[in-house]
């Protein structure tokens, strides 16, 4: 099987999974308003920029899609779509640096920020709503994701022999080198 049609299944299935953590995971959610966090919804997210940019440009636009299918309200759903930007700058930072550790910590406060701008038109100019409820729930919700992320790549990268940036194969070297070209 070529890398694009690897990337293309790996794609699908954490696609599958965004979609699915917020239908059927509701019982993990924490409901703070206008914040909500559903408990593992990062993880499809922070798993797919391990692979590429565009995978997980298209795991975010299914995360997008499960929190609207889910019925959850227009606020949740567009802090969802924040996943699409996250997702697509922590995989060019792992290209450029291979460490899913950076990536994780500068791209927290871009999801809480991007999170915080998103409901404004919801709320209003609420500052604790916004910068405390949002922005900082938003962040604190991305690091416990990510320390999940972490242990599971981790438990991948030893079943499979390998490190965490090569659990899926060699995409992000490939895509480098023909970024440099």
């Known amino acids: 099987m070529n890398n694009k049609t690897k990337q293309m299944v790996y794609a699908a299935l954490l696609t599958a999974l965004a979609i699915i953590i917020p239908i059927q995971f509701g019982f993990l959610k924490i409901i703070i308003p206008p914040f909500t966090a559903t408990l593992a919804a990062h993880v499809p997210m922070m798993i797919s920029m391990l692979i590429s940019p565009m995978v997980a440009v298209v795991v975010g636009i299914g995360s997008t899609l499960g929190f609207l299918i889910s019925g959850m309200p227009m ?41 915080m701008i998103v409901v404004i038109p919801f709320i209003g100019f609420n500052v604790y709503k916004l910068l405390i409820v949002t922005a900082v729930g938003g962040i604190l919700h991305h690091i416990v994701d990510s320390g999940i992320s972490y242990i599971l790549i981790k438990a991948m990268a030893k079943a499979r022999k390998t490190d965490i940036y090569h659990v899926f194969g060699e995409f992000t070297h490939k895509e480098k080198v023909q970024t440099e070209v």
């Open 75 to 115: 606020p949740v759903v567009f802090r969802a779509a924040t996943h699409i930007l996250v997702g697509y700058i922590g995989a060019k930072i792992i290209i450029k640096d291979k460490n899913y550790l950076k990536a994780a910590a500068l791209t927290a406060p871009i999801h809480g920020l991007a999170e």
